[in-house]
């Protein structure tokens, strides 16, 4: 231990934070999970990941990969191992001005990559939150505003620039190295640390963005209504539903559907979110014309003490009225978790199921059960969750691994289905094969 300590302060141009020091608490957590790492490595550069990356091999100490800090199960930390946080590596720079092409640090969040792409009048489809990083949604998927329309964030992705387990650096793209650009969109950090992802940005304008609300009386036809119509949408609209939320009232809470239309022109906004409106008795309707990077939100910190228990399933489109039927049922009861669901298809749905290692294409929508509290409101949750899937588990197709908050191998199996599982663990074996990087949903490599 002590040689490769001293071989790594010598190579290692970034900060080393060991328990003690200054700085330590706060780089040792995630914004959902607490670590006790015995060094937290902030590299500066890519030699510097090198470096870090062949200490963890050498010492055999557990690795964790910080990016954001977003994730529910806290793999951006751990306890005695090392974790290698890539908050300086957030560089955002368009590097062709004629294809729109934007390298992006692995340690960016989407909050700098708006700021940055807006003087230029350029976006990326990302996800909802400014503070998440672009590594965690990226390498899983990304569903945000503009999924409809240009697709998941990793279907942006032209090239990426890896750190392997071996401490190698290597370019991967459909062209260098194809079979790792397959694993990286959509196996999470299986494979290695990506240091620098490049992606295709789009022109973009203002858009029209805002919530409009329904009776919790309603809550059925809305949802039935909802889920009918995005079958047809235009694919320039994308929306997200909120009901039973418990801060709001629970099964009484309001039904909250939040829309977003990727275009300033108000009559074509209009004839694309008027039939939203029409779906029952308006309550509150506050859609305005927004920049696109305000319609991000900012990153909650919960409160200490709060936990999250959460599952999701992704519904193809002949399922999806018996799952909205169900989650109305659910929603309408004391025990009921605040539900949410999110449109998908359009562009997603338009890339075959094998292109990359996000394999859930058919799928028209996502919803996101979770229970939040403290501890014991998490502990008595479990039955109700049980109950909740016993009704919608036979219509799932699979999970979205952004918004688990456990990592079992039930989890895992519904994030990949079997032929791309074997794919991954194939690609884990060449490139990976004592499998370093396990803080993760872990295909193993044997």
């Given at each position: 231990?002590?040689?490769?300590?001293?071989?790594?302060?010598?190579?290692?141009?970034?900060?080393?934070?060991?328990?003690?020091?200054?700085?330590?608490?706060?780089?040792?957590?995630?914004?959902?999970?607490?670590?006790?790492?015995?060094?937290?490595?902030?590299?500066?550069?890519?030699?510097?990941?090198?470096?870090?990356?062949?200490?963890?091999?050498?010492?055999?100490?557990?690795?964790?990969?910080?990016?954001?800090?977003?994730?529910?199960?806290?793999?951006?930390?751990?306890?005695?191992?090392?974790?290698?946080?890539?908050?300086?590596?957030?560089?955002?720079?368009?590097?062709?001005?004629?294809?729109?092409?934007?390298?992006?640090?692995?340690?960016?969040?989407?909050?700098?990559?708006?700021?940055?792409?807006?003087?230029?009048?350029?976006?990326?489809?990302?996800?909802?939150?400014?503070?998440?990083?672009?590594?965690?949604?990226?390498?899983?998927?990304?569903?945000?505003?503009?999924?409809?329309?240009?697709?998941?964030?990793?279907?942006?992705?032209?090239?990426?620039?890896?750190?392997?387990?071996?401490?190698?650096?290597?370019?991967?793209?459909?062209?260098?190295?194809?079979?790792?650009?397959?694993?990286?969109?959509?196996?999470?950090?299986?494979?290695?640390?990506?240091?620098?992802?490049?992606?295709?940005?789009?022109?973009?304008?203002?858009?029209?963005f805002g919530t409009i609300s329904f009776p919790a009386?309603?809550?059925?036809?809305?949802?039935?209504?909802?889920?009918?119509?995005?079958?047809?949408?235009?694919?320039?609209?994308?929306?997200?539903?909120?009901?039973?939320n418990p801060f709001l009232g629970g099964p009484d809470?309001?039904?909250?559907?939040?829309?977003?239309?990727?275009?300033?022109?108000?009559?074509?906004?209009?004839?694309?979110?008027?039939?939203?409106?029409?779906?029952?008795?308006?309550?509150?309707?506050?859609?305005?014309?927004?920049?696109?990077?305000?319609?991000?939100?900012?990153?909650?910190?919960?409160?200490?003490?709060?936990?999250?228990?959460?599952?999701?399933?992704?519904?193809?489109?002949?399922?999806?009225?018996?799952?909205?039927?169900?989650?109305?049922?659910?929603?309408?009861?004391?025990?009921?978790?605040?539900?949410?669901?999110?449109?998908?298809?359009?562009?997603?749905?338009?890339?075959?199921?094998?292109?990359?290692?996000?394999?859930?294409?058919?799928?028209?929508?996502?919803?996101?059960?979770?229970?939040?509290g403290p501890q014991p409101v998490i502990d008595a949750?479990?039955?109700?969750?049980?109950?909740?899937?016993?009704?919608?588990?036979?219509?799932?197709?699979?999970?979205?691994?952004?918004?688990?908050?456990?990592?079992?191998?039930?989890?895992?199996?519904?994030?990949?289905?079997?032929?791309?599982?074997?794919?991954?663990?194939?690609?884990?074996?060449?490139?990976?094969?004592?499998?370093?990087?396990?803080?993760?949903?872990?295909?193993?490599?044997?």
């Open positions: 231990m002590s040689s490769a300590l001293d071989t790594l302060r010598r190579e290692f141009g970034g900060g080393i934070i060991e328990p003690g020091a200054t700085g330590y608490d706060a780089a040792s957590r995630t914004v959902l999970a607490v670590g006790t790492p015995a060094y937290v490595l902030q590299p500066a550069s890519v030699s510097d990941v090198q470096s870090g990356v062949r200490f963890v091999r050498d010492v055999g100490l557990a690795l964790s990969v910080r990016g954001g800090g977003h994730g529910f199960p806290g793999f951006g930390t751990n306890a005695d191992g090392v974790v290698i946080d890539l908050r300086r590596l957030a560089d955002v720079k368009v590097i062709d001005e004629e294809r729109h092409v934007v390298r992006i640090g692995g340690g960016a969040t989407w909050g700098q990559v708006a700021d940055a792409l807006a003087p230029h009048g350029l976006a990326i489809s990302s996800g909802d939150t400014k503070s998440v990083g672009v590594g965690g949604l990226t390498l899983s998927g990304g569903i945000g505003w503009k999924v409809r329309k240009y697709g998941l964030a990793l279907d942006n992705l032209v090239a990426a620039e890896v750190v392997t387990a071996a401490g190698d650096v290597l370019r991967a793209s459909t062209e260098e190295n194809a079979e790792l650009f397959w694993a990286i969109r959509g196996g999470g950090g299986n494979v290695g640390i990506v240091t620098a992802f490049e992606f295709l940005a789009h022109r973009t304008t203002d858009v029209f009386a309603e809550t059925a036809a809305v949802l039935t209504g909802w889920g009918e119509y995005f079958r047809t949408a235009p694919e320039e609209l994308t929306s997200n539903v909120v009901f039973a809470a309001p039904v909250q559907v939040l829309v977003a239309f990727d275009g300033d022109d108000p009559q074509r906004a209009a004839e694309a979110i008027d039939p939203i409106r029409r779906l029952g008795t308006v309550l509150e309707d506050v859609v305005t014309l927004k920049p696109y990077g305000e319609i991000l939100e900012e990153g909650m910190v919960p409160p200490p003490g709060i936990r999250f228990l959460g599952r999701n399933g992704l519904v193809d489109e002949e399922s999806a009225p018996k799952v909205l039927q169900a989650l109305a049922e659910v929603g309408a009861s004391k025990r009921s978790p605040v539900i949410g669901l999110r449109s998908v298809g359009g562009a997603v749905s338009r890339i075959p199921d094998d292109a990359t290692a996000y394999a859930h294409r058919s799928a028209q929508l996502m919803f996101v059960a979770t229970f939040i949750a479990g039955p109700a969750m049980e109950a909740l899937w016993d009704k919608v588990g036979p219509h799932v197709r699979g999970a979205y691994a952004n918004f688990l908050t456990t990592a079992t191998e039930e989890d895992v199996a519904a994030i990949y289905p079997a032929a791309t599982r074997r794919r991954l663990a194939a690609v884990k074996r060449r490139y990976d094969p004592d499998n370093l990087f396990a803080g993760n949903y872990n295909v193993r490599p044997r």
